[in-house]
């Protein structure tokens, strides 16, 4: 049966629509399985299952026969969400006979629920007129081919939806992580790797002519470099092989592959967008041949397809450019994509790769930019120029909306803004509590454009700038001089007020183009400290100009990453102090800066005292130190659900480390994005953190929630939450206390997710 799935599940990849996908689904399980039916119900919008592919009942029921949760067998497995498997199914009190399909009344039954992301999306079914107990293994098969095809299925409707939608309003919505709040609405622009033909984006000619005598140029081009390479190789190269180059040649005529892609074009499509589904859909119908030779003829044809594309999205790279309403679309958004777009034209951010712990996502919310995370079934290659309302409180992204959507997301942007205003009136106010507990807020920046915005805040200092920004803006590894001018403008920005440098910190989700590190576990490898520490040329350069940037300000504070060994602590210290006195001998004037420990992984938060007795002060980085504790990959939308600050095991560790770090007399400050949820600030201060520090668009809510507390509150309501024993009513509890005091951080009707 393990051949028969591997060809169900090609044959469903090169499928040209939901329909077919469904017909081949059916037949072939059918025939699989030998059974009487085989059927496939999927979920309306309105949670009813209805009937839309079958083999064995009559085809005209297709469409018509529907039932709900709580009707028939189908809707009992739904409801259930676990295969039902009966050998006298009409002895089942949840049996119900259907005269409409043509059926006999079939006695034996099993199904399966179609699962993707923790919801049903249908149910697929078999069955048989005599007595059967469909076999252990037949069970397993159809499970397993339900798993397989459940993100084919989810993936496939929004693909097919997408194409078929138009300019009317249609509401298309995708459902994604909630990565940067607020409310945008704007005009998609799609970013696709290059050369990648899963990602070429949908995107009409505006000229058909033109547009096809452009592809049989590039297709010409193309022909001429491969008849120019087989003759280069002739003499190093055997018959059979210098026969794929005759192979790439036919497939390149006119009348074969040419001849299918002008008749895309003709349609009114470009031509990479195209050439890439006629290569995809050829390349799926020979993976799913069952003869050997033949399936690995495929990789030939994407490796064909791969350098024709090259070649026609070379040939008509045009300068990219971004209208007044950008929201920008990609499979996988990175930081150095932000600095390409003009920053009074980025509206919003939706990504299909990611979480709300990503780096991009973190630096969306210091931007104030509304973003989506992890939207896995997003079909971004068909959505440029689409008019787009991103949802950053619920992770959910709009396309060709109603104008009564536009209208509702208009009137919260509205709503949106004037909370913020009434925000924004504490800025000059300290963040002290009713019964006067002083709490400094400070920010975390990365960008000069965050300076700004964080002083009209009200910051009172940096607890956190990300170094490697300035260097993951780079096309090279910056000089210890264009260091020196990047650090010297923050700390001269926010002086007299103090500035923590967070020495480079690269691996995990934040690669430098130029300094490549691929791993196939990198939030478990090679990053951090360990980088720097292996290269202290790297950091060595790097701690100089942060002290050379302070000379006369003298206030830096240096942070260093990662740190799970003492002697990682140690070894660091001996090269600043190393770096201090090379520069005094060099005639700077610079003093010894304060050295401190972010405290991010299980290992640091055990050996937090030891590490408090040799540091100058400890922050938390929250983000990292929940992942870790949580094992979920922070970019990972599969297991975005499962990551969540409330965990009481990350409450139980943030406060010991608060604990030894007083102990030994050490501040310790928090810096992760956790610090800037309004509900957990109550947690943080009650724990007796000496400093919080978010992004400066979470400032101002966090003052807020401060100035209307008193400590001892904030104190009852740690005893309480630290009883509990799951994040969800930790954050049940939390969000009381919000509204008991008459904080509201969104606009109504909209829920953030933490």
């Known amino acids: 049966m393990l051949d028969s799935l591997r060809a169900i599940t090609q044959e469903v990849n090169s499928a040209a629509s939901v329909r077919s996908a469904m017909e081949i689904i059916v037949q072939r399980i059918r025939t699989t399985m030998h059974t009487q039916v085989c059927s496939v ?41 676990e295969p039902i498997n009966l050998e006298n199914a009409e002895a089942h009190s949840r049996y119900h006979y259907f005269p409409e399909t043509g059926e006999e009344r079939f006695t034996s039954f099993l199904g399966v629920p179609i699962v993707h992301q923790r919801e049903v999306l ?56 909630a990565g940067s709040p607020g409310i945008a609405i704007g005009t998609a622009v799609v970013l696709s790797p290059q050369s990648d033909l899963s990602s070429v984006a949908y995107q009409l000619c ?62 009114g499509v470009v031509a990479p967008y195209a050439w890439s589904r006629v290569i995809l859909q050829h390349a799926n119908t020979f ?33 990219k450019t971004y209208p007044n309403n950008t929201v920008l679309i990609g499979d996988e958004l990175t930081a150095s994509v932000l600095g390409e777009v003009p920053k009074d034209k980025l509206l919003g951010l939706v990504s299909v790769k990611g979480s709300s712990s990503s780096h991009v996502a973190i630096l969306a919310r210091a931007m104030g930019i509304p973003t989506v995370m992890g939207a896995v079934d997003l079909p971004f290659t068909q959505l440029d120029g689409k008019l787009t309302i991103v949802d950053g409180y619920r992770g959910n992204t709009y396309f060709n909306p109603s104008d009564e959507a536009l209208n509702e997301f208009t009137k919260l942007i509205q709503e949106d803004q004037e909370i913020s205003k009434h925000y924004e009136a504490l800025k000059d106010l300290p963040g002290e509590t009713t019964d006067n507990h002083r709490v400094p807020l400070w920010v975390n920046t990365g960008l000069m454009a965050d300076v700004m915005r964080s002083i009209e805040r009200g910051a009172e200092g940096v607890g956190l700038y990300r170094t490697e920004v300035p260097f993951l803006l780079r096309d090279r590894f910056p000089t210890e ?72 300000l003298n206030n830096l504070r240096i942070m260093l990453p990662m740190i799970s060994h003492i002697s990682e602590l140690e070894t660091s210290q001996a090269l600043i ?36 007795a040799r540091a100058d002060f400890l922050s938390v980085g929250s983000n990292d130190l929940t992942q870790y504790l949580l094992a979920v990959d922070r970019n990972n939308p599969q297991v975005a659900g499962l990551y969540n600050s409330f965990h009481p095991a990350v409450l139980q560790a943030l406060q010991s480390v608060v604990r030894a770090a007083h102990s030994e007399g050490t501040p310790v400050s928090i810096c992760g994005e956790m610090a800037g949820d309004p509900g957990a600030s109550m947690l943080l201060m009650a724990m007796g953190y000496d400093v919080l520090s978010m992004n400066s668009t979470n400032l101002p809510r966090v003052k807020s929630v ?44 909209l829920e953030t997710s933490r």
Do not use: C
């Not at 507390?709 to 994040?727: F, G, H, N, Y």
């Open 206 to 267: 505006s000229n058909i002519e033109e547009e096809l005598s452009f592809f049989y140029t590039s297709l010409s081009a193309v022909r001429n470099d491969i008849k120019a390479l087989g003759k280069k190789l002739s003499n190093r190269l055997s018959v059979e092989e210098r026969g794929l180059f005759d192979a790439y040649l036919a497939m390149l005529d006119d009348t074969s592959l040419g001849r299918e892609v002008t008749d895309a074009i003709k349609k």
């Open 481 to 552: 001089e264009d260091q020196r001018k990047i650090y010297r403008e923050q700390l001269a920005a926010f002086a007299p007020h103090p500035v923590t440098m967070r020495t480079l910190d690269v691996g995990g989700d934040k690669a430098l183009s130029y300094f490549p590190i691929e791993e196939a576990n990198p939030f478990l490898g090679w990053r951090g400290i360990r980088v720097t520490l292996d290269h202290p040329e790297i950091f060595m350069s790097q701690v100089r100009a942060m002290m050379r940037a302070s000379q006369g």
């Open 41 to 81: 119900y999927l979920r309306d919008p309105q949670g009813d299952f209805v009937l839309r592919a079958t083999e064995g009942l009559l085809p005209e029921s297709v469409g018509q026969v529907k039932m709900s949760l709580h009707e028939g067998l189908v809707g009992y497995v739904a409801k259930r969400g």
């Open 122 to 177: 249908g149910v697929l079914t078999v069955q048989q007129s005599h007595r059967r107990r469909f076999d252990d293994d037949e069970e397993a098969f159809l499970v397993t081919i339900s798993a397989q095809l459940s993100g084919i299925i989810a993936h496939a409707e929004a693909i097919h939806g997408a194409e078929e939608i138009d300019d009317t309003g249609v509401d298309l919505r995708f459902k994604g992580v």
């Open 287 to 319: 993976a799913s041949m069952h003869d050997p030779y033949l399936r690995e003829r495929a990789a030939d044809v994407r490796d064909l397809g791969s350098r024709v594309l090259g070649y026609l999205q070379q040939s008509s790279a045009t300068e």
């Open 706 to 749: 401060i100035r209307a507390i008193s400590l001892e509150q904030a104190e009852t309501l740690l005893a309480r939450v630290m009883k509990l024993t799951d994040a969800e009513t930790v954050a049940q509890y939390v969000d009381i206390e919000l509204k008991k005091i008459g904080i509201r951080d969104r606009p109504e009707g």
């Open 577 to 612: 102090q190393r770096a201090h006195s090379e520069l005094l001998e060099d005639g700077f004037d610079v003093e010894l800066p304060p050295v401190g420990v972010m405290i991010e992984v299980p290992a640091a938060v055990y050996q937090a005292k030891e590490l408090a």
